[in-house]
């Protein structure tokens, strides 16, 4: 099984940066996921990362560190529109069949505020 | 980037009547897609995994014979709740997979629909 932890709430200011933690437990680790979810809405996919390091696409970054089973979002010149809750998503390698299962965090609800 | 459509996007319902959703992949073929439940600033809640052209892998909880998964072809999956009750209103959600082409087949990325928020009375 898996284990994902990230906070359950952050807030931030316009124009600034924050960083969403995440850290996870797994017996067979195949790639991390980073997804966006607004109230009401399905999640949105962000980024993904399955080597150690820095993927970066725009103000949206995402670091992993498998050894440490942690990874973290990182966003940039913060917008109003970015509050929204952040999941954190672990896949798990197959089996001999080929399933991989994706577990997902309760997710950090961001608020960004003038 | 690959786009999945689920319909209805909201359903209100009387106790002990069936409800139909349905999940499409709109511009890559899905041999998996999976149906997830979300309550209230919880999250996402893996119910089933939708297999082309074979039975429905359920997690541990999830009451096969109340959720019907059906995954007829490579873009359509739909997830019937049966005799609906009260405790059944949540939103629910289906997601595909696109295995990608070229540098993103790797990534296996998951795709999720809009969302069906049912509400049963």
């Known amino acids: 099984g898996q284990n994902i932890d990230q906070p359950t709430e952050m807030t931030a200011t316009e124009g600034a940066i924050v960083q969403i933690n995440c850290t996870y437990q797994t017996s067979g680790f195949n790639g991390l996921f980073w997804y966006q979810q607004h109230a009401g809405e399905a999640p949105t996919f962000l980024s993904y990362?399955?080597?150690?390091g820095l993927e970066e696409k725009g103000r949206f970054s995402s670091f992993l560190s498998r050894s440490k089973g942690y990874s973290y979002l990182l966003l940039k010149e913060l917008q109003m529109k970015d509050s929204a809750s952040y999941l954190c998503a672990v896949r798990e390698r197959g089996n001999s069949g080929g399933y991989q299962k994706v577990t997902f965090g309760i997710g950090t609800k961001l608020q960004v505020i003038p | 980037g690959a786009v999945v459509s689920q319909h209805p996007s909201r359903v209100i319902c009387k106790s002990g009547t069936s409800v139909k959703i349905e999940c499409r992949s709109l511009d890559f073929q899905a041999t998996t897609m999976f149906w997830y439940r979300q309550f209230p600033k919880q999250s996402l809640m893996l119910m089933a995994t939708s297999n082309e052209g074979s039975k429905a892998t359920y997690e541990q909880g999830v009451e096969k014979d109340k959720f019907l998964i059906n995954h007829a072809s490579l873009t359509l999956s739909t997830l019937t709740v049966t005799s609906a009750h009260p405790e059944d209103s949540s939103f629910y959600i289906c997601s595909a997979r696109d295995f990608g082409r070229g540098l993103l087949r790797s990534k296996n990325i998951q795709y999720f629909g809009a969302g069906t928020r049912l509400s049963v009375l």
């Open positions: 990362n399955v080597l150690d």
